[in-house]
C-alpha cells in the first residue's frame, strides 16, 4: 500500500511516500521519495526532493503563492527526474498531520467534509497550522482526485490526560467551552514511546516515560501505560517549556500589564509571545540552538538564554516526573533533542540523584536511536529520531486496513 504523508506547517512543508507492508514495524523503512519546502520571509520556497537513496535535487524560486509551490514539489512524485510513481493513482492514500483537532477529534479519522468543518473551527487555537493543514487537503483533492486521505491529530495521543492534568484552574465554564489543556506534538510522542519500548525489550505498557521533544517547539509528554497522562504545552502549542521564538509559560499577570500600561493588543501580544521571545528574543541572536551556543562564550545575553532554557527542560522533566510518581526511561528527540550533546548531559546531570547516569561516549560520538546511560544507571536514557511522517502513514494502514481498504 503506497501512502503519501503531508506534514504542513507555517513556513514548511514535508511530505513522504511509503510502502506499506504487513507486518507493521516500529522502524521505519526507506521513503520511496522525500519532498521537503522551507519558505523565507521573503516569500522564496527552497525546494528539496529526493528518490529512494537517490541525490537530492534542490531549487530555490519564488512562486506567487504557497499552493502553486506545494503543487509543483507534488507534481514531481510523477513527473521528472525525481519521480517515484508512474500516476497519481499510484498512491493509494494520503495522510495528514493536523495540530488541532479540538475537542471532538482526537482519532485518526478519514477527510470528508464535516472533518474539514470541524478543523476549520478550531482553526483558531493554531490558526498557521491548521488553515495549512486545510490547504493541503484541498490541493490533494485538486492533484489526485478521489483517493482516501486521513487526518492524524497531534492532540490525539493526549486524549486519556486525567481531568486533574487537563483542566486550567479557571471558572469551570472554560472547561465546557472546550478551554483546557490539549497537548501537541502527540504523533511524535507516540512513536517515540513505543521505539522506546521496542529498544529496552518492554512492554510499552510497563513503562513509566518522559519523552522531550526538543526542536524549534518543545514539549514533554509523561507516558504511563501507554498513554499521555500529562504534558507540557496546552490549549496552544505556547504553553510549557521555553522554545526558539515562544516563550513557554509566563506569569498571565505580565500580560495585563501590558495591555494596560503599553496598551498592547491582542495581535500584538500573541506576535511577541510566538515570534519574538524564546531563544530569540532573549538572546538576540538567534531561535537556532547552534548559532546560540557558539555565541554564548561572548555574549552574555545569548549565555543567558541557553541557561534559562536548560533550566526550564529540567524543571518541566522534574514536573513529568512527579506526575508518574516515577521514571523508569528518558528520551530525547526532535532536531533539538537528537543532535545537543551539551542539553542531554545537563539534563542528565541534574537528575543524578535519581540514579541517573550516562554514558560519555554514547551520548557524544552514537548515531542514531540508542542508549546514552551508563550499564549502572537506573533510569534507561535514550535519543529517538522523530518520525511524524511514518506514525502517520502507520495510523493509515491500520484505518484503512479497519475499512477493509488493504
Known amino acids: 500500500m503506497k501512502i503519501l504523508v503531508l506534514n504542513s506547517g507555517s513556513s514548511s512543508q514535508k511530505c513522504a511516500l511509503y510502502e506499506v507492508q504487513p507486518p507493521l514495524s516500529i522502524e521505519p523503512p526507506a521513503r520511496l521519495w522525500d519532498g521537503k519546502i522551507d519558505w523565507s520571509d521573503a516569500g522564496v520556497a527552497e525546494i528539496a526532493i529526493m528518490a529512494g537513496s537517490g541525490p537530492a ?37 494520503v495522510g495528514h498531520r493536523v495540530v488541532h483537532g479540538g475537542p471532538h477529534h482526537l482519532e485518526p479519522t478519514f477527510v470528508d467534509s464535516s472533518v474539514r468543518e470541524a ?52 471558572p469551570y465554564e472554560w472547561y465546557t467551552q472546550g478551554i483546557h489543556r490539549y497537548g501537541f506534538h502527540g504523533i511524535n510522542h507516540q512513536y517515540c514511546a513505543e521505539r522506546v519500548a521496542q529498544l529496552l525489550r518492554r512492554d510499552v505498557k510497563s513503562l513509566r516515560l518522559v519523552n522531550c521533544h526538543i526542536g524549534n517547539g518543545c514539549s514533554l509528554a509523561a507516558v504511563r501505560d501507554g498513554h499521555s497522562i500529562d504534558t507540557t504545552m496546552g490549549f496552544t502549542p505556547l504553553e510549557g517549556l521555553m522554545m526558539g521564538t515562544r516563550s513557554g509559560s509566563v506569569d498571565p499577570g505580565i500580560l495585563t500589564y501590558l495591555m494596560r500600561s503599553k496598551a498592547m493588543t491582542g495581535e500584538q501580544l500573541d506576535d511577541l509571545l510566538n515570534k519574538r ?54 528520551s530525547f528527540t526532535a532536531g533539538v533533542g537528537e543532535n545537543s550533546v551539551d542539553l542531554r548531559s545537563r539534563v542528565c546531570e541534574q537528575f543524578r540523584f535519581l540514579g541517573l547516569e550516562r554514558d560519555t561516549h554514547s551520548n557524544a560520538g552514537g548515531r542514531g536511536d540508542r ?8 533510569v534507561a536514557v535514550l535519543v529517538i529520531g522523530a518520525q511524524e511522517e511514518w506514525q502517520i502513514a502507520r495510523e493509515c494502514y491500520r484505518l484503512s486496513r479497519s475499512h477493509g481498504a488493504a
Open 277 to 330: 521571545s524564546g531563544l530569540l528574543g532573549l538572546s538576540g541572536v538567534s531561535s537556532d540552538v547552534r548559532e546560540l551556543q557558539r555565541a554564548a562564550d561572548n555574549n552574555e545575553r545569548a549565555k543567558l538564554a541557553w541557561e534559562v532554557y536548560a533550566h526550564r527542560l529540567a524543571t518541566g522533566i522534574g514536573s513529568m516526573v512527579a506526575a508518574l510518581g516515577g521514571i523508569d526511561a528518558l
Open 119 to 170: 478543523i476549520a473551527g478550531v482553526s483558531a487555537f493554531a490558526p498557521l497550522h491548521n488553515r495549512a493543514e486545510l490547504e493541503g487537503m484541498k490541493i490533494v483533492e485538486k492533484l489526485f482526485g478521489k483517493v482516501p486521505q486521513v487526518a492524524v491529530f497531534d492532540t490525539g495521543f493526549h486524549r486519556h490526560m486525567p481531568l486533574s492534568a487537563k483542566v486550567y484552574a479557571g
Open 371 to 378: 542508549l546514552i546511560s551508563g550499564p549502572s544507571s537506573r
Open 57 to 93: 535535487r534542490k531549487e530555490t524560486t519564488q512562486l506567487p503563492t504557497r499552493q502553486e509551490a506545494i503543487e509543483r514539489l507534488l507534481k514531481s512524485l510523477w513527473n521528472g527526474p525525481a519521480a517515484a510513481v508512474t500516476e497519481p493513482a499510484a498512491v493509494d492514500c
